[in-house]
């Protein structure tokens, strides 16, 4: 990348009112963390009201990145091919928070293999791609959806909620504003919270280059029944009780919250449009994040689509 300014997108506070996609293709390899695989990946630029689709070029197969299209949540966010469920692409989530971190509406992605790579467990990297491919604003109006009435799915103590923040204007712009809560009995992350209005800005320098996490005693466990078999330092922060075993240290305080800060703004890229509302998560992960938006969408009164609504609304 010798050579190659990093080029930062401009309305850093906001995301304006038009669709994204990127000025041109760019592409990397990496490994997938979970299935320790070499995989290919391509993010090429698409047109408007395209969203964001995930291709397998090994299978042929196409995957919109929508919530319904979430096939497992339990160690990432999968898709699948609603027409051939076996068609899979797995850890999509920290590019997914790239695309919604700095406003990128319609993109194609092509992996050669079952997930996205790992890369260094953050949305840095992905932020570095997508800012050397740089991006042009569409004629179509982005998607905008407005939460109107707070859904809020459990599990024991965890929680997600999203509330309504008051009609979209042309003078607020859409606005996701998250707080988010963890407590875990290991002492070096323990609890921890992490508060955010999402920017471009606030994205790129709060949130984007906090890594994923996984205990010891979790890896070990995992690689036993032959999952994170691409895990490592290099991708993932890994703590042991108090001690955080990563040569480095972390990036930053709250490095923990921070990440799962992130998986919730990819997930929540999964709508398919800017959230516009407050979302609150404790001890929250990928499970909740998708049923919040399944059970968002399930009620016709808790949202609306402005961007369907008349002109003169969002004026
Ligand atoms: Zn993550």
Redesign the pocket.
């Known amino acids: 990348m010798d050579g190659l300014a990093r080029l930062p997108f401009p309305a850093a506070t906001s995301f304006g009112w038009r669709q994204r996609t990127l000025k041109s293709a760019i592409d990397c390899v990496g490994v997938g963390v979970h299935s320790g695989r070499r995989i290919n990946l391509v993010i090429r630029p698409a047109t408007a009201d395209h969203g964001i689709v995930f291709r397998r070029t090994d299978l042929g197969r196409s995957i919109a990145a929508r919530v319904e299209n979430v096939c497992d949540t339990k160690l990432c966010t999968v898709l699948a091919d609603p027409d051939m469920p076996s068609a899979r692409v797995g850890t999509i989530?920290?590019l997914m928070a790239a695309f919604a971190g700095i406003g990128i509406d319609n993109a194609l992605v092509e992996v050669n293999g079952p997930e996205v790579p790992i890369l260094d467990g953050s949305a840095g990297p992905f932020l570095f791609l997508l800012d050397c491919a740089g991006f042009i604003e569409q004629e179509a109006p982005r998607r905008i959806i407005e939460v109107l009435r707070t859904v809020r799915v459990t599990a024991g103590d965890a929680y997600a909620e999203l509330r309504p923040l008051g009609p979209v204007t042309r003078a607020s712009h859409p606005i996701l504003e998250m707080d988010l809560s963890i407590d875990f009995t290991a002492s070096a992350i323990g609890r921890q919270s992490c508060s955010l209005r999402l920017t471009p800005d606030n994205f790129r320098h709060e949130i984007a280059d906090a890594r994923?996490f996984a205990q010891a005693c979790d890896v070990r466990q995992l690689q036993a029944s032959g999952l994170a078999l691409g895990g490592s330092l290099d991708n993932a922060l890994v703590v042991d009780g108090a001690a955080v075993l990563n040569p480095g240290g972390l990036r930053m305080d709250n490095e923990f919250a921070r990440?799962k800060l992130?998986?919730a703004v990819g997930d929540l890229a999964l709508a398919g449009g800017c959230v516009h509302g407050r979302f609150i998560g404790y001890r929250s992960g990928h499970d909740l994040n998708n049923r919040l938006l399944r059970t968002l969408f399930a009620d016709a009164t808790a949202w609306r689509d402005v961007t369907t609504e008349p002109l003169s609304v969002v004026a």
Do not use: R, V
């Open positions: 989530e920290h994923t990440h992130l998986d």
